[in-house]
């Protein structure tokens, strides 16, 4: 096998999501603790800053130079690469919580044992459902009170349309948490004291036909109990299917604790062993296959640096086929134009560093002179591919924006236009009507405030915010006139700057209205671009 193709089989490049506090950075930190990556925990900061954003996202900022680093983290486990995206939550949720998904071959979700499905979660499975990733369970907290697990599955079930296949099964929670079973080796792996001091621990590993000895580690009680779950569990699961795995319909499901360190390297093992390498992408009808020698990417996410001493973007791109060399030609394809790609750099925890190479699966930061859009292709020129755009995602956030000054129109259109085209807001007008008053949406309100503070800084304009009432919006994709439909006098018709119509509603109860009272009209939450 060539360098080329050994480099891409052992890459596995995933994102992890979560609603916010279910463990997903210590998670992320005890996978980067196992790799080496880092040394301690504590080390994947940004979490800290984002606690504060509400009082002051200023401060956030002046930690974005960490918050970038660590939204992308490389490291070395058992042979493997991995790169793992992380997906911002809290109050820096936006779109490119969504986008980075776009870039992620499987998917990671954490889900608070005593919690359940929680808001965030619900968002971003939708997302990842969208694309039939694979997304692997890692249910958290053990350590602590938590709920049923069967109760736990049949949620996932439900509410995800999805099936679960428990890889391991947790022996109590809380104070009584034992440990969990691990079904394919039919053993259980213990939990104890020194897991809860935080200290370094082997779990110890016990037949489950050993009654004995299982009475001794977990008491008759809990083992009589285990005994019986399994029974069900063996008897009523769904059977285990990889096919189904890869294609996203199926789950499998771990019980953990990562702030204990209890089942992380287990879950791990088999998180890399089930995912695939790098998967192939489509250029319009060709399929582009990781292992082509041939480099291509595509654009997931723009992040413009806020500081005015340096004024520079960073464009992410996830390398799709082929080997990146530093200081070679490209084409842009957007621009039909070749370049070289400035500082491509990788980020490995709290560091960033000039590359001089990276392989399909990765993910490479560059300085952006400002050419890049969201989902814009950069490949060899010696064979040209355009992937698919990436979809825009519904915000759900809306304010109409005016600028105080009205001489400064032109740098106003400019400001918002130019952020609207890295992706930080969306925007919209009144059908007929001009630039003076925007309707801008975004996923996470945070990005009001980014924005205002951006046109102030940036392009010297001072705006008027309203927020509106409006929560929901739909792409119109049937072919219905958008000025005969029956609406309520709260639902609105808005374009974006492409042209297309959309409605935009304060209730989910006013989208049924629309879609009842108007026959054929089709709506959509997301635009395929
Ligand atoms: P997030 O990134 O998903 O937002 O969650 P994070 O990992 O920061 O975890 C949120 C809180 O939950 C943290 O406590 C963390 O220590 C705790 N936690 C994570 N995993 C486990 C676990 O397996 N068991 C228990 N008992 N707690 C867990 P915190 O007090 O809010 O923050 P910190 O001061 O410890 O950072």
């Known amino acids: 096998m060539s360098n080329l193709q050994n480099e891409i089989k052992r890459r596995r490049t995933f994102a992890i999501i979560s609603h916010p506090d279910a463990g997903k950075t210590t998670l992320t930190e005890k996978f980067l603790l196992y790799g080496g990556a880092i040394q301690t925990a504590g080390a994947v900061k940004g979490k800290a800053a984002a606690r504060h954003a509400t009082s002051d996202w200023m401060e956030l900022e002046k930690q974005r130079g960490i918050s970038i680093t660590s939204s992308v983290m490389q490291f070395e486990y058992d042979g493997y690469c991995i790169n793992i995206l992380d997906t911002p939550g809290h ?27 929680e808001p965030q979660t619900r968002k971003l499975f939708k997302v990842c459902a969208m694309r039939n990733i694979p997304i692997f369970t890692f249910i958290n907290k053990l350590d602590r009170e938590a709920r049923d697990p069967f109760e736990l599955l049949d949620e996932l079930e439900k509410e995800f349309g999805i099936g679960t296949y428990p890889i391991n099964w947790p022996i ?82 771990f019980f953990g ?31 582009v296959d990781p292992f082509d020698e041939n480099f291509s990417a595509f654009v997931f996410k723009i992040q ?17 086929s082929g080997k990146f060399e530093r200081d070679k030609e490209y084409l ?26 990276a392989y399909a699966g990765d993910i490479i930061g560059v300085f952006d002179p400002g050419i890049f859009s969201i989902g814009d292709t950069v490949c060899s020129p010696k064979k040209a591919v355009k992937f698919a755009g990436i979809p825009t995602f519904a915000p759900e ?76 919006i739909r792409w119109i994709t049937s072919d219905t ?3 005969k439909l029956s609406i309520t006098s709260d639902t609105k018709w808005v374009q974006d700057f492409k042209g297309n119509n959309l409605l935009i509603f304060t209730s989910e109860w006013n989208i049924n209205w629309a879609l009842e009272r108007n026959e054929g009209l089709e709506l959509q939450d997301f635009s395929k671009n």
Do not use: W
């Open 172 to 253: 109590g929670c809380g104070v009584s948490f034992k440990g969990v079973f691990d079904r394919e080796k039919r053993c259980i792996l213990t939990f104890g004291e020194p897991h809860r001091n935080y200290q370094k621990s082997d779990a110890v590993k016990c037949d489950i036909t050993d009654t004995e000895k299982l009475d001794e580690l977990i008491g008759e009680y809990q083992r009589a109990e285990l005994v019986d779950q399994i029974e069900l569990l063996d008897g009523a699961s769904f059977e285990f299917d990889i096919d189904k795995v890869r294609n996203g319909k199926l789950t499998p499901v």
């Open 304 to 320: 413009a640096n806020m500081n005015k001493a340096h004024r520079d973007r960073i464009t992410f791109m996830r390398i799709c």
């Open 91 to 117: 109050h820096d949720f936006s779109e490119d919580t969504y986008r980075t998904l776009m870039a992620a071959d499987s998917v990671v979700m954490v889900i608070d044992a005593a919690k359940g499905i």
């Open 397 to 472: 956030h809306f304010c109409l924006l005016e600028q105080k000054d009205t001489l400064k129109r032109k740098q106003f259109v400019k400001g918002v236009e130019q952020i609207a085209q890295e992706g930080a807001i969306q925007i919209f007008h009144e059908p007929n009507s001009g630039m003076e008053r925007v309707i801008v949406g975004v996923v996470g309100v945070l990005q009001f405030e980014v924005l205002e503070y951006r046109l102030k800084n940036e392009y010297n304009v001072e705006v008027i915010r309203n927020n509106l009432p409006y929560q929901y």
């Open 332 to 357: 842009h394809t957007a621009t039909n134009k070749t370049l070289r790609l400035s500082q491509p750099q990788q980020m490995m925890a709290d560091d960033r560093h000039i590359i001089n190479e």
């Open 257 to 287: 604790s990562a702030l204990t360190n209890f089942g992380v390297e287990p879950f791990l093992e088999s998180f890399l062993k089930m995912t695939t390498s790098p998967l192939p992408r489509m250029s319009g009808e060709d399929i």
């Open 481 to 483: 006139d958008p000025s």
